[in-house]
């Protein structure tokens, strides 16, 4: 017999479902993504580190899980949240079921519930934080811890979850350092299928040693958490700007805006999908984008600062800057596959001829 699972929001709101994955309780913020695949890319990206993932399409787990998928070497969201879960997953590259990839990585979810109702409710309410328990907890005490549990904001989650020691990840005629606040393996990939040898180094890696190694380029990635929060980037990439091309990738490109002086706010309920529309300045374009973060720049802060080059169709935010004369672009949103469109994979390119323009 399956477990009983709950879910206690902050604001007071108790759904009563069903236990999946591994036993037990987890506290998190609790978001939403629109996308009707990429579960095994989602779960396992590290920008989802102090979350619960709402799965707002109806069914996930249909076409299992497959090794060499993932983001990271190991799930990285803090919860899971699904309408319907299937067992027994139908796809000739599946290696395992979503249920047991979930048990495997002591992720702890719940199924069974309305999950319309539930996304009603941090839209109108905003995201905010909540708590998972299989342990038989009464939803009071659970609802109480939902409330103290610390948010967001002023969180350096981007630390925790970063590498502890430099590795190298490709070999390449070219070298390209990736500052690791949470990078995405399809980050890398990209980065390797274009010739470049790739090395990732701790988020907190001095400017200085980072330049020491003599990089082409180099990619501020993805991760989780509050921008302004973390531990000395904005001098980081300050130091590093004008020396080097430099590419910044949704929390990498509000820790560029910082660095260029600008601001970060919280957005009500954040951007979480895979088919978000964007508008390509320059280009005059539009790409449907992979989208993934809960903080977002302000763009009156930017004035006279730095060219934004890419906005969201949705609500009119900032979803990418450039300095030209920095040798520096950077999007909100994620160019690399997994999961989502390719429509933003020429801003890799973009970085290569911008690396190759500096070499003349």
């Known amino acids: 017999m399956r477990r009983k699972a709950t879910l206690a929001l902050a604001s007071g709101e108790i759904f009563e479902g069903t236990s999946v994955g591994a036993e037990g309780e987890t506290v998190g913020e609790v978001v939403f993504n629109t996308a009707h695949t990429g579960y095994q890319e989602i779960l396992t ?3 989802y580190a ?17 090794q060499g998928d993932e983001q990271a070497e190991r799930a990285q969201a803090a919860g ?39 996304v009603r ?5 905003g995201a905010q934080q909540g708590i998972i328990d299989s342990t038989g907890a009464s939803p009071p005490a659970l609802k109480e811890r939902a409330r ?25 005629a070219r070298e390209v350092v990736a500052v690791d606040y949470g990078v995405k393996r399809g980050i890398l990939r990209q980065l390797a299928e274009l010739g470049f040898g790739v090395t990732v180094v701790p988020s907190r890696t001095a400017a200085g040693e980072i330049l020491a190694r003599k990089p082409a380029g180099v990619v501020l990635s993805n991760g989780p958490g509050d921008p302004a929060a973390v531990v000395g980037a904005d001098q980081q990439a300050r130091e590093l700007l004008g020396k080097v091309p ?6 990498g490109n509000q820790i560029l805006a910082l660095a260029m002086g600008g601001k970060t706010y919280k957005l009500k309920f954040g951007h979480r999908g895979a088919n978000h529309p964007v508008r390509d300045v320059i280009g005059d374009k539009i790409d449907m984008t992979s989208q993934n973060h809960g903080f977002a720049v302000d763009e009156k802060s ?59």
């Open 80 to 118: 899971f949240i699904a309408r319907r879960v299937c067992q027994e997953p139908s796809n000739w590259r599946s290696q395992e079921s979503l249920p047991a990839f979930l048990e495997r990585n002591r992720v702890v979810g719940i199924e069974g519930i309305d999950t319309r109702k539930l």
């Open 121 to 125: 409710i941090l839209r109108t309410a």
């Open 246 to 251: 430099v590419m910044g990738i949704c929390l």
């Open 302 to 360: 930017l004035q006279g600062k730095v060219q934004v080059t890419h906005v969201n169709l949705y609500d009119g935010t900032v979803e990418g800057i450039a300095a030209p004369d920095l040798r520096m672009f950077a999007v909100q949103y994620h160019p690399e596959d997994s999961p989502g469109p390719h429509d933003s994979r020429y801003l890799f390119r973009r970085f290569a001829q911008m690396i190759e323009s500096s070499n003349r």
């Open 148 to 172: 103290t549990a610390p948010g967001m904001e002023g969180q350096d989650l981007a630390t925790k979850v970063s590498t502890k020691a430099p590795y190298r990840w490709s070999e390449g």
């Open 45 to 47: 990206d590290p920008s």
């Open 50 to 66: 102090g979350q619960l993932v709402t799965f707002t399409v109806s069914e996930v787990g249909n076409y299992g899980i497959h």
